[in-house]
């Protein structure tokens, strides 16, 4: 074996010498004194004569380096134009966010553009000369069979999500309309280029009351005759046949959906909301 392996290096000595097989990586250098790049079966390495006879080292490739650069772009998109929401954005509608369904999911909301992918709840803006006021219902209290003094079918939902279908039950009473009927007045706004705002059922009319000082704009209280009393907010949903709940938004009220509410003939005050 040794041998073979000086005879083979002999020859390559002698190959190197005739200038036929002096091959070497690119960059690769002998750095020792004497030594010459040579290859042995088609291994790079340097090749020196010493006293011993002729040595022959390995040398390693040189390898080269590469850095590829990557820029990554962010491209930031606003609540109202489809972008992520939280509290406090502008709505696609024009309202104050005041609702983001827990964990990034979804519920649904009948009649709402959204369907039954609403990951949102924005208020209407307040308009000129503070919200308005309507009845619950029309009717005369005195009539039993009136609307204030009977049942609606269907418009006792309490659910994030379910005012807008309980708003459409209301509206489809006979007699119940825009200037006389909270629901309907809510129904009728078009605001922000949207058409889909409802009066809240009691549950979304909680969220908004406990985002009250966020969105703003709330009445803190209500004059009849002389007197002063808390203003209410209508939610659309029947507690009794002759009762909405409602919630108080004065500054010292926190509102539950276990409270009772208010006689249908009674005046209290109206923010449509919007589901998205």
């Not at 690119?26 to 040595?55: I, N, S």
């Not at 502008?90 to 009649?111: A, D, E, K, L, Q």
């Not at 994030?160 to 489809?172: E, H, R, Y």
């Not at 004059?223 to 029947?238: L, N, R």
Request: with cysteine; aromatic share 8%.
């Amino acid at each position: 074996m040794k041998k073979n392996f000086w005879v083979g290096i002999l020859v390559l000595v002698a190959s190197v010498a005739n200038g036929h097989s002096a091959l070497a990586l690119e960059g690769q250098k002998c750095k020792r004194a004497g030594e010459a790049r040579a290859t042995v079966q088609g291994v790079f390495g340097c090749l020196k004569k010493g006293r011993k006879g002729l040595q022959w080292r390995l040398i390693q490739p040189a390898m080269k380096t590469t850095t590829t650069s990557t820029t990554t772009t962010t491209i930031f998109v606003a609540c109202a134009l489809g972008g992520l929401c939280k509290v406090g954005d502008i709505g696609p509608g024009g309202g104050v966010v005041f609702y983001v369904h827990p964990n990034g999911g979804t519920f649904s909301s009948p009649g709402s553009d959204c369907g039954q992918t609403c990951r949102y709840l924005e208020a209407a803006p307040s308009p000129e000369g503070g919200d308005v006021q309507r009845s619950g219902e029309s009717g005369n209290f005195d009539d039993r069979s009136s609307n204030v003094r009977t049942r609606i079918d269907g418009a006792d939902r309490d659910e994030i999500g379910s005012g807008f279908q309980n708003s459409i039950d209301i509206a489809k009473r006979s007699g119940n309309t825009a200037a006389n009927t909270a629901a309907v007045a809510a129904l009728d706004l078009v605001s922000g280029g949207k058409s889909d705002w409802h009066l809240p059922s009691i549950n979304e009319l909680v969220e908004l009351q406990r985002q009250k000082a966020i969105v703003g704009n709330f009445q803190q209280a209500r004059q009849v005759g002389s007197w002063i009393y808390p203003a209410y907010y209508w939610s659309s949903t029947e507690l009794e046949p002759v009762i909405f709940r409602t919630c108080s938004f004065s500054a010292v009220y926190e509102c539950s959906n276990r409270e009772g509410g208010s006689s249908k003939n009674v005046q209290n005050f109206v923010r449509p909301v919007r589901a998205f």
